[in-house]
Structures are given as structure tokens and as C-alpha cells.
T-cell receptor, first 116, second 113 residues
């Protein structure tokens, strides 16, 4: 998993409660991403970060916030969880150096979140 | 709208057989196309990346083809093994951003002994 860990790996929470998911990388990569994966959909980008304190929204950012105070950690927060946020959440990093300036993405193991 | 569509949604084949998975995309301008393999309960893992100038790329028993004119790609798996059971996801990168990817919903492949 390219030195990427996610915690927790599984979580069940109640509607309306705040939830924070953590992504940790060990190789000081600049770019980090949070995706969600739902049945019948491709991975959808929630937020991404291009450096410490530098973040931007993806296509499904409503209801989510992120923070990156250190290069190695990227936190995803659901301020008030809803059942529609039940999903599998993946963290990823970008690694450059491929031909044509292409960046490869490597993924963590995922966090399965259930909101009841 | 930039989209990636894959077919079939699911496929069951016998061990040792070959199969081909399809991907059509509408992303423009196009930068590169990727195929990922995702085992159940795991994150996606890259199989191949092709730029618009590449027609084919192989990774062991996996061979990807790309026709940038028709905006189609395929992933061919030769002599399938039980470990090939997974979801295969086609992903396209938009020229304007090498960092943000457009993901297909995947083809779930099951290999039966």
C-alpha cells in the first residue's frame, strides 16, 4: 500500500455525530487525496491537498472538510454524519517521475464507514 | 460531460480462459488512460498507464489497448488465474489536470476453477 495507512479501518457511527478519518504516509509526498467508493459508482474525489495547509474541493465535497497540518497526515472530517455518507473511503498519494510527466496514484487500504 | 463507461458490469469465466474488458470514455482533452485492479477489501492497484500516443501496453498476462480516435480501450487477460478475480477499473486523466482522475465504475471479474 505504498506506505499509506488509514485509521480506523472500520467504523460504525450514528447520524449526526462527527467523524474523523486519518490518512498517514511515510514518504513525504506532496499530493494526497480522499475518495469515496460506492456500489455502481467509480471512485469520487472528495478533497485533495497539494501541500501543508493547501487543500481544494473535489466533485463530492459537500458535508466533508479536510485538514493537513503536517506533510504526512491528511484528515477527513464529517462534521455531522448522515446515512448517505455510508461508504468506503480511500486515501491516495501521487507519485511523479513517470514518462510524459504522468503522476501515478497509490491507495491506502480503505476505511469502511457505516452511519446508522 | 467527462465520463468513463465500462462493460460488462460483471463477468464470470473459467480458470485458464481469456477475457476482454471494455472501456469507453468521453474525456476531452485526454491525457492518459489507466487500468487498475482492485481486490475485494483493498485499494486499487495500477496495472497500466497509456498516453494518447500508445496503442498497446502489456503487464504480464494483462494487455491494454487504446484507440484515442474512437475513445475506446480494452484490457485483455490471458490464461486467467483464480487470483485474477477482482474488479478492473478504467480511469482517464484530463489534460488540464494530471492529478485529478475520472473513474469508471469497474468490471467485476470472477474466475471459477
Amino acid at each position: 500500500d505504498a506506505g499509506i495507512t488509514q485509521s480506523p479501518r472500520h467504523k460504525v457511527t450514528e447520524t449526526g455525530t462527527p467523524v474523523t478519518l486519518r490518512c498517514h504516509q511515510t514518504e513525504n509526498h506532496r499530493y494526497m487525496y480522499w475518495y469515496r467508493q460506492d456500489p455502481g459508482h467509480g471512485l469520487r474525489l472528495i478533497h485533495y491537498s497539494y501541500g501543508v495547509k493547501d487543500t481544494d474541493k473535489g466533485e463530492v465535497s459537500d458535508g466533508y472538510s479536510v485538514s493537513r497540518s503536517k506533510t504526512e497526515d491528511f484528515l477527513l472530517t464529517l462534521e455531522s454524519a448522515t446515512s448517505s455518507q455510508t461508504s468506503v473511503y480511500f486515501c491516495a498519494i501521487s507519485v511523479g517521475g513517470l514518462a510524459g510527466g504522468i503522476y501515478e496514484q497509490y491507495f491506502g487500504p480503505g476505511t469502511r464507514l457505516t452511519v446508522t | 460531460k467527462n465520463q468513463v463507461e465500462q462493460s460488462p458490469q460483471s463477468l464470470i469465466i473459467l480458470e485458464g480462459k481469456n477475457c476482454t474488458l471494455q472501456c469507453n470514455y468521453t474525456v476531452s482533452p485526454f491525457s492518459n488512460l489507466r487500468w487498475y485492479k482492485q481486490d475485494t477489501g483493498r485499494g486499487p492497484v495500477s496495472l497500466t498507464i497509456m498516453t494518447f500516443s500508445e496503442n498497446t501496453k502489456s503487464n504480464g498476462r494483462y494487455t491494454a489497448t487504446l484507440d484515442a480516435d474512437t475513445k475506446q480501450s480494452s484490457l485483455h487477460i490471458t490464461a486467467s488465474q483464480l487470483s485474477d478475480s477482482a474488479s478492473y477499473i478504467c480511469v482517464v486523466s484530463h489534460m488540464d489536470s494530471n492529478y485529478q482522475l475520472i473513474w469508471g465504475a469497474g468490471t467485476k471479474l470472477i474466475i471459477k476453477p
